[in-house]
């Protein structure tokens, strides 16, 4: 089964083919100020995959260039840069009104064996013993009942993606913390057996959160009057085969803050 946010997000993800290389999505409206990061990363790796065959993508590079029109459609102009025996890399453009809004590079491997280690998993509790986002929300609103409309919009819409965070901020009354935070988190639904579409769906998510990460420290919230957030650049790596919509458990830090830019990674 799956919800209705989740669907519409599989949709979103199925892009228009408008010509060889050229690729149209259209834009949801998530409470922000422009289009949700994520999803331009997302449609620009489902762009890119669509012109590669028995490859998967490891790794994705992006850069944010422009803010995204939500009320538009975004095209997805894709460069064929290298197909070699066992690697492939595709540059993608995502246009709006004919000016690049985001620059992604993005590296495929046709799948070989070799050496594997990882690290030991942090020691959180299971998804399953923490409030889910429902729950959070509904207390977070009963607590700020003059919340401004916007954010009270923000909170109240559905998401394709359920989370569950180890140690939940008021982002309201944010207080000084930290900069370092673990959410579990997995689609709000069942997922076709595509291991494609799990990585799409994993580039879509990885941009949640990511960026509050930095403002632990500092007592602020992508709610903060005084606040405007937004991606710059934005890097994924793939080293496993995984499923999206089973809980993963999002680790993330902001070693440094400075200059208007926070580094966080995850």
């Known amino acids: 089964m799956t919800s209705n946010a989740l669907d519409d997000l599989v949709r979103l993800l199925d892009l228009e083919n408008l010509e060889v290389n050229i690729f149209r999505g259209e834009s949801r409206d998530l409470g922000g100020r422009s289009v949700y990061g994520g999803q331009v990363v997302g449609q620009a790796l489902v762009a890119a995959a669509r012109t590669t065959s028995d490859a998967m993508p490891h790794s994705l590079h992006a850069y944010f260039l422009r803010p995204g029109e939500m009320t538009q459609s975004i095209v997805y102009d894709v460069d064929r840069v290298r197909d070699g025996r066992t690697f492939a890399a595709r540059r993608v453009q995502a246009i709006q009104n004919g000016k690049p809004i985001l620059s992604m590079i993005a590296s495929f491997q046709r799948p070989e064996p070799g050496l594997s280690h990882q690290q030991t998993m942090p020691d959180v509790p299971a998804p399953e013993t923490l409030d889910d986002q429902d729950a959070l ?105 995984f499923r999206a919509d089973d809980w993963l458990l999002y680790s993330m830090d902001a070693p440094t803050a400075q200059g208007s830019r926070g580094l966080s990674r995850g």
Do not use: K, N
Not at 163 to 182: G, K
Not at 214 to 234: G, K
């Open 137 to 241: 929300r509904d207390r977070w609103l009963a607590l700020h009942p003059d919340a401004p409309e916007r954010a009270r919009r923000a909170l109240l819409r559905q998401t394709a993606i359920e989370f569950r965070p180890v140690s939940p901020t008021d982002p309201f009354t944010p207080e000084p913390h930290a900069p370092a935070q673990h959410i579990w988190f997995r689609a709000s639904g069942t997922l076709p057996d595509d291991a494609m579409l799990h990585r799409c769906v994993l580039a879509y998510a990885s941009d949640f959160s990511l960026l509050s990460t930095a403002l632990l420290p500092h007592a602020r919230s992508y709610l903060s009057q005084d606040m405007v957030v937004a991606s710059i650049d934005h890097a994924v790596w793939f080293h496993r085969d």
